[in-house]
């Protein structure tokens, strides 16, 4: 099992339990965060591991092919100086460190291609880590709305119609009592500060105003010709509210009477 699937088996493992556990999401989330951040940073301290290892493994076969053609060197130098033996011997080392030299870099070269897979998967577990980063806070925000719609209904289910109008009501009825309350303490104060007396004579003067009224109205019936001009009895029978037919009778009446008196 390689390092990424021990670690994806891990981080599956811890985020089942978050969620099995877990009453609030967001908390959820960012603990599952943390996880694959602390995962994150295992995986990078094992892939550095490995490339240090592929490194090494490069040294090493460098340092081979180096002793190689050193030894093919002696070899060589041998040979001038007329050391046939040595110039063997020298070539016998050459061949042994050549193929050391050969065997780790044939074990660097499949290292390697390893480490560039660890490599390529680190960055995608990065970059998994980023895009749940970013999940997480859409999450986080649906989360949120969904508990404020929750809210609203749990509040508008509690408020039922009925109540609301009765709450109305009451209300209302709380509005009119305090107005009611008001107008009578506003007459017991009149009443008991000298206010009444001024109500009175604003009464008086309402009353004269509505006899000028009536006078005026005779002096346009007169100039109607509804009423004979100065009459002192039309005065009395306009408030009485008599025709002109009955004004006209009773002024034949008056001449009658005034005929018999000179006989």
Known sequence: MGIFDRLSQLLRSNINDLISRSED??????????????????????????IADEKRLRDQADSEY??????EQKAVLAVQQGRDD???????????????GQQLETTWESHRLETEKLKASLRDLNDKIEEAK????????????????QRIHETMS??????AFEAFARMEERIETNERQLKASVEIEEEFTGDRLQQDFKALEKGATGA???????????????LPA??????????????????????????ATGEKKQR
Not at 158 to 163: A, D, L, Q, R, V
Not at 235 to 252: F, I
């Open 25 to 50: 999401p967001e908390k959820m989330l960012n603990q599952i965060l943390v996880d694959m951040r602390s995962q994150l940073a295992k995986a990078k301290q094992q892939v550095a591991a490995a």
């Open 66 to 71: 180096k002793q190689a053609a050193d030894w």
């Open 86 to 100: 040595l110039a063997k011997q020298a070539l016998v080392r050459q061949s042994e460190h050549l193929a050391h």
């Open 134 to 149: 970013r999940k997480k806070n859409l999450l986080i925000a649906r989360q949120r709305r969904a508990q404020a719609q």
């Open 158 to 163: 509690s408020m039922s119609e009925k109540s």
């Open 212 to 226: 000028a009224v009536d006078a005026r109205l005779l002096e346009l019936k007169q100039k109607m010709g509804v």
């Open 230 to 255: 100065g009459s002192a009895g039309a005065r009395g029978q306009l408030g009485a509210g008599k025709s002109r037919d009955a004004e006209t009778v009773d002024a034949e009446i008056e001449d």
